[in-house]
């Protein structure tokens, strides 16, 4: 159970939750109307994380954190970052934080950027440089890690 608990998408919406408990708890007024602003961010989010998948499905490579890459996928939305359905979440959680006016909830974007970054992308990094070698260190070279 605990394993499973232990993803990347629980963590997404579990920092959403805590955005969303903001802005019914501890609502703020706005000067700007940001409802359009976070619908776009959670509609870029998610295009991008529908791209990767897309991406990785056609390389017959893993989507799972922590399982192990059949292939090294460096192309299409991994050319602009070398973790784009991380990047993301980051945004659907921006998106939703503007949405629902909870601009304070904002400062939740860096600090799950930086879990994910130590739950999960450090290890995953590791294990394509082990399973790649150069080509992953080119690609890392080459690419960022969120954008």
Do not use: C
Not at 32 to 54: C, D, K, R, W
Not at 65 to 89: C, E, K, M, W
Not at 111 to 125: A, K
């Amino acid at each position: 159970m605990i394993h499973w608990v232990d993803l990347p998408p629980v963590w997404l919406v579990f920092f959403i939750a805590l955005a969303w408990g903001q802005s019914v708890l501890l609502p703020v007024g706005g000067v700007l109307p940001t409802e359009p602003f976070g619908f776009a961010l959670i509609g870029t989010g998610a295009a991008l994380m529908v791209a990767a998948v897309v991406q990785m499905y056609r390389a017959k490579t893993t989507i799972i954190p922590r399982h192990d890459a059949s292939q090294l996928v460096t192309g299409g939305v991994f050319s602009l970052s070398r973790n784009p359905i991380y990047l993301g979440d980051a945004l659907v959680l921006a998106g939703f934080a503007l949405y629902w006016g909870a601009w304070p909830s904002l400062v939740l974007v860096p600090v799950f950027m930086w879990l994910i970054s130590w739950r999960f992308i450090e290890g995953e990094e590791a294990k394509l440089r082990h399973a790649f070698g150069q080509a992953f260190h080119a690609y890392e070279k080459e690419t960022r890690r969120w954008l």
